[in-house]
């Protein structure tokens, strides 16, 4: 009989239930000697999600029938901590410093309730640590001379490592480094380390980029197989161009950043005699070059995307491939799997083909340049792209009409502008600029999704194993939450109960174009789940898409490369042989949680800086003034989010000086006691840079007279 998780823990809740060690539990279920490591490994995986505890003498059971907590330390600088269950819905258990038993914030931890105040949080002591979130920190290095200390960077890391004398590893006082921890904290005793590596100090150039990518263990450099791997590449010859499609004479282009180097797309378009549009999205066939199991196969799966700093690019491919043999380049031919779609008037696909191909793009075309073109009716650039205008207007209204159909069933388009770098040579920023999407990104975009669906119908519906990009429905009570939030700003959600795509939509539509159309866009965002990668099709809440996958960025992304493996084999040999089934779906599953948490760890690493950036900006602008609009509202202080540069800094309740302001907590509000004069969300303010701290990451303002 095969055992499931589901019927451990259900077992383990029933009232009847006491626990048991590995051996009882083995004998409940009738575990063969075969299966008994199989069993063990269901176990071990449901320990460390928190699913289910195992106690000191060696017996399991679930949390919640024995007085635990499972969760996550979020360290307070004051010293004490709370845990955040892993299970939602669960409240969060407050720990004092002195039960913390050497847990460091991040790591993942079993907390026993020991009091259950009426009007606080519950209480608790941490008995068990699960998993370490920190091997190593970065941080400032102290020489004391017989030792060291390093101050870790970050808000939320209060806890100094001591360094003994002979670990120094040559580092000098006020340095940035990177420390080992040797030996983890216990009561009354830091954390011990070793120096493992010397950053620089914090005035150095691009020093912000080094420490993000020490802290968040990103290789930077491939390894000499990968490399060789990578050299040894070529061009396509003859003999594979006349194996595929050649489609060197279609008209195609590539419309990307300025700055992209990278191009896995491009796109060629027709309309028909009947009024229909051909659209092919054809995207670099990386799994030609990168075979399964290879030197980079390791490398890239291990890396899972790429990351995208301010100043620097990190690939997940060598750039002998990601720069050149797999870059849709213009006038070079270039390996492709191409989706050829057909749209009526309505755009409804009425058909679809998947191909191996090989093109050779007409132009390397901007966002910018393409805008130029179709809104601002650029004479030079409409002369020098003349023969492409007719593809150009066709993409215009071929995207118009998928964005509209997409729009008809509750697709949400948050459209957010996002900050643009200008940066100089020393790595320092000039200036940010508020970036915008105009129709060239609308019509990638809307191409990309139309490709990556019928990718996904393709591999669905013919009961092919793959990878799906999945975004389930977000929790009604962080809704229910929002909700309130919003309706201090004149705006209500309808339904929430049951929760539509349309319902979000009908909101982000009220809001655009407002002074608050930001601030409740991002609220939105951070209410609703993250999409993830996984081998199980449970639709796009988001995209209001019923079968979605990631078949378009394969230079950038690993999921990518994999659906790019299995619609080859598809393409090459009619369907998957049975063992090739077997061994996608063991894969399928390491892959898609490996690249989900890959994809995390970029998306912090690149945010971290972002927000460093912004505030080094903002460090010798102290007394300028700015425009912003109020983002939050606390007992001790008021968040104001500064137009454009989008970044938060907070005025002190101390600082207002013209009365005592209390708050109201249920209208998220500061209120004057004598002036009556009201501070709430989504006011429109002007304020005044104060201070900036750079090791906090704070900016403090004051409201300008």
């Not at 580092?171 to 921890?181: C, H, T």
């Not at 609308?442 to 139309?450: G, H, L, P």
């Not at 690149?606 to 903002?618: A, N, T, Y």
Request: hydrophobic residues 35%; glycine residues 6%.
């Amino acid at each position: 009989m095969k055992i499931r998780k589901e019927d451990i823990l259900q077992y383990m809740r029933k009232s009847s239930y006491k626990p048991l060690d590995l051996t009882e539990l083995i004998s409940h279920f009738k575990v063969s000697k075969k299966y008994r490591k199989v069993f063990e490994d269901l176990l071990e995986d449901l320990r460390l999600a928190g699913d289910v505890v195992k106690i000191k003498d060696g017996r399991f059971g679930v949390p919640e029938r024995m007085n635990l907590v499972v969760g996550k330390v979020k360290m307070n600088r004051k010293g004490f901590a709370f845990i955040i269950p892993l299970k939602e819905g669960e409240e969060d258990l407050y720990i004092h410093a002195n039960n913390l038993s050497g847990a460091m914030h991040e790591d993942i931890a079993i907390a026993r309730i020991e009091k259950r105040p009426k009007k606080r949080k519950s209480e608790g002591r941490v008995v068990q640590i699960l998993k370490r979130s920190h091997k190593r920190l970065v941080g400032i290095f102290e020489d004391k001379k017989d030792h060291g200390w390093v101050l870790p960077e970050g808000r939320d890391l209060f806890q100094d490592i001591y360094i003994p004398l002979d670990e120094k590893s040559g580092a000098k006082n006020g340095q940035l480094v990177l420390a080992e921890i040797t030996k983890y904290p216990v009561p009354n005793r830091n954390p011990e380390g070793r120096i493992a590596k010397i950053l620089g100090f914090p005035q150095d150039r691009f020093i912000e980029t080094k420490v993000a990518i020490e802290k968040y263990e990103i290789p930077q450099k491939f390894s000499e197989n990968a490399n060789r791997e990578s050299l040894n590449c070529s061009h396509p010859d003859k003999k594979e161009i006349a194996k595929r499609v050649d489609l060197q004479s279609l008209p195609t282009v590539t419309i990307d950043g300025e700055k992209a180097r990278d191009f896995d797309d491009a796109v060629s378009i027709e309309k028909t005699e009947k009024g229909n549009y051909k659209l092919w999205v054809h995207i670099a066939d990386v799994a030609h070059y990168v075979r399964e199991e290879s030197p980079l196969d390791s490398d890239a799966f291990l890396r899972g995307t790429s990351i995208y700093f301010p100043d620097l690019c990190i690939p997940m491919l060598p750039e002998r491939l990601s720069n050149d043999i797999c870059s849709l380049k213009p006038n070079e031919p270039r390996l492709t799997l191409t989706v050829l779609m057909e749209f009526n008037r309505d755009g409804e696909r009425i058909g679809y083909e998947l191909f191996e191909s090989v093109i050779s793009s007409n132009e390397r075309m901007t966002y910018e340049d393409t805008k130029k073109i179709l809104v601002d009716s650029d004479k030079k650039l409409i002369g020098r792209y003349s023969y492409l205008l007719d593809s150009f207007m066709n993409m215009v209204e071929l995207c118009l009409l998928l964005k509209e159909k997409r729009d008809k069933r509750g697709s949400l388009d948050f459209d957010l502008p996002e900050p643009e770098f200008i940066i100089d040579a020393t790595g320092d920023i000039t200036n940010i600029l508020k970036s915008e999407r105009n129709i060239a990104h609308k019509i990638i975009e809307e191409f990309m999704i139309a490709a990556n669906e019928t990718v996904a119908s393709h591999l669905f519906l013919n009961h092919i194993p793959s990878l799906y990009r999945v975004h389930e429905k977000p929790d009604s009570e962080k809704i229910k939450e929002f909700n309130e939030f919003i309706k201090d700003l004149g705006y209500d959600l309808k339904g929430i109960g049951k929760i539509v795509p349309k319902a979000l939509q009908g909101l982000i539509r009220k809001v655009k174009g407002t002074p608050v159309e930001h601030l409740i866009s991002s609220l939105l965002l951070r209410s609703m789940k993250h999409a993830f990668y996984s081998k199980d099709n449970i639709g796009h809440f988001g995209l209001a898409s019923k079968m979605y996958t990631h078949f378009t960025s394969p230079i950038r992304r690993y999921p990518d490369l994999m659906v790019h493996r299995i619609l080859k084999k598809i393409l090459n040999h009619g369907r998957l042989t049975k063992s090739a089934e077997s061994g996608f779906e063991e894969k399928l599953h390491n892959i898609a949680t490996h690249s989900s948490v890959r994809e995390r760890v970029a998306e912090n690493a690149e945010r971290e800086i972002i927000e460093i950036k912004k505030i080094e900006f903002l460090y010798d602008k102290k007394d300028s003034i700015f425009s912003g609009i109020i983002s939050g509202v606390t007992a001790y202080g008021i968040f104001v989010e500064i137009s454009d540069l989008f970044v938060d800094g907070m005025v002190r309740v101390s600082s207002l000086k013209d009365d005592y302001y209390f708050f109201i907590e249920e209208k998220h509000c500061l209120k004057g006691r004598h002036n009556k004069k009201v501070y709430r969300l989504g006011d429109r303010v002007k304020v005044k840079v104060t201070e900036i701290d750079l090791k906090r990451r704070e900016i403090n303002l004051e409201f300008a007279k």
